[in-house]
């Protein structure tokens, strides 16, 4: 089975800076490609990042270019998302998932709402406000 636990969300003003994190299990790491989602309340699923499993290239929704950063330590297994310049619409429950899509570009980041497979984390939810 493969387990994945996602943590570091809360609430930030915006301007400010949060580093979630995503620890996976069950799953040889090294070989998948990972994935970060978010969902807003009421809005559907979109994919924010994803780093891929061969050479760690990153690829980010135009939205969040040059704020967020995608990163990972196959040694620990786990995936993070450092976000700065936070903004009041990057307020969502923040997904990790491993193999959803495929992370080849920008464009395969934004078509990876599409996914019906791999696993999911259980989410960790980023609100910014004032």
């Known amino acids: 089975q493969v387990q994945l636990v996602e943590s570091g969300g809360g609430l930030v003003q915006p301007g400010g800076s949060l580093k979630l994190s995503c620890t996976a299990s069950g799953v040889i790491f090294r070989l998948r490609r990972m994935y970060w989602y978010r969902q807003a309340p009421g809005k559907e699923r979109e994919g924010v990042s994803c780093i891929s499993s061969s050479d760690g290239s990153t690829y980010y929704r135009d939205s969040v270019k040059g704020r967020f950063t995608i990163s990972r330590d196959n040694v620990m297994n786990t995936v993070y998302l450092q976000m700065n310049s936070l903004k009041p619409e990057d307020t969502a429950v923040y997904y990790c998932?491993?193999?959803?899509?495929?992370?080849?570009?920008?464009?395969?980041?934004?078509?990876?709402?599409?996914?019906?497979?791999?696993?999911w984390g259980q989410g960790t939810l980023v609100t910014v406000s004032s």
């Open positions: 998932a491993t193999d959803p899509w495929v992370c080849a570009s920008d464009y395969d980041v934004s078509e990876s709402y599409r996914s019906a497979s791999g696993a």
